[in-house]
């Protein structure tokens, strides 16, 4: 995204929450940290003149989509969130979903097995009544505390991962179950694809509900609400 709005001429920011502490570098300058609650983000909104917002957050990062709306509302500025299509599960899953991530701890409630926990590094501790299971946790950033998990393995890689790689890390480890955010996309699809292929169970953690706002799943269609918008300043 960040590309496509550089080459069509346009000036942007790119706005990092701070969860990893390593980001890619863009070709938008970018700036890292939170806006300071709703009130905060129409004070930026106003004082850099921004005229298009393109919500581009994680589908988990619910807090940060409510709050970009609501600032967006106050301050009339248009507003665009470009989401990832959700995944659906097809015939030979095994998905039990839950609700949010206390589900999923409640769903861990069972004897021991083997765990690929896929839910990032911020959601470790929530699953900390459940050690009896020996977890593998694959993770952007190495942990900053260890893990509340007395039997556990941590594996710090970034993706896009393949199905087959995937496939081969479950077997190495003799994982038994899988639990993910449904996020959505190609770029976390291989763990899904892979249990599939090996018959595992999945915990599926549903998507928190949205505010109402305009959605989008490419690139091409938020150039177009753009360009539609009559955008010729900025994002």
């Not at 507003?79 to 030979?92: G, M, N, V, Y």
């Not at 038994?176 to 090996?198: D, H, P």
Request: with cysteine.
């Amino acid at each position: 995204m960040a590309n496509a709005v550089a080459q069509a001429g346009m000036t942007g920011t790119v706005s990092f929450a701070g969860r990893v502490e390593r980001p890619k570098r863009q070709r938008l300058p970018q700036r890292i940290g939170g806006f300071g609650g709703v009130d905060g983000l129409v004070h930026h909104l106003r004082e850099h003149k921004i005229t298009h917002v393109i919500d581009a957050t994680h589908p988990f990062a619910a807090q940060m989509s409510h709050n970009a709306v609501a600032a967006c509302t106050a301050a009339d500025v248009p507003l665009i969130a470009w989401t990832r299509a959700p995944w659906a599960a097809q015939d030979a899953d095994q998905w039990t979903h839950v609700p949010d991530i206390a589900g999923a701890v409640t769903a861990l409630a069972q004897p021991a097995t083997r765990v690929m926990l896929a839910v990032g590094r911020m959601h470790l501790n929530a699953f900390a009544p459940n050690p009896q299971h020996t977890y593998l946790l694959r993770l952007v950033d190495p942990p900053r505390v260890p893990p509340p998990f007395p039997h556990h393995h941590v594996l710090v890689s970034r993706g896009p991962f393949t199905e087959a790689d995937d496939a081969a890390l479950m077997r190495a480890h003799d994982i038994s179950l899988v639990v993910s955010k449904n996020a959505g996309g190609t770029g976390a699809y291989a763990k899904i694809a892979a249990a599939r292929r090996l018959q595992l169970p999945v915990i599926m953690i549903d998507r928190p509900p949205m505010p109402p706002r305009t959605e989008a799943h490419s690139v091409a269609e938020v150039l177009a609400w753009i360009s539609h918008a009559g955008a010729d300043l900025g994002v």
